[in-house]
């Protein structure tokens, strides 16, 4: 089941008939406080640290580095080594194929 199908599109509210044994009250209490737009755009991905929501690998490189913490004053970003927790971000991308 998917959230569209819990949305009763003629009033613009949240509908639970059809799931009505499947969450507890208080999930359901949860759900009713997110809103839900009025203009039925359909979904995308957005990246939530860039203005308009596209990824740049600049952000993602000021992502990693803010989940390392600090760093020192004399420390210069490009130098920086990288822990393995950032490593594993970047080695979550699908590898190219090198030129031939």
């Given at each position: ?27 359901k ?14 979904d ?57």
């Amino acid at each position: 089941m998917t959230v569209e199908e819990v949305i009763d599109h003629d009033t613009g509210a949240w509908n639970f008939e059809s799931i009505e044994g499947l969450l507890s009250d208080s999930k359901k209490q949860a759900i009713r406080l997110v809103p839900i737009s009025l203009r039925f755009a359909g979904d995308r991905l957005i990246w939530p640290l860039e203005k308009f929501g596209s990824y740049s690998v600049k952000s993602g490189y000021h992502w990693i580095n803010r989940l390392a913490g600090p760093r020192t004053i004399n420390q210069a970003s490009t130098s920086s080594p990288m822990t393995d927790l950032q490593w594993g971000h970047w080695g979550r991308a699908t590898p190219r194929k090198p030129w031939k």
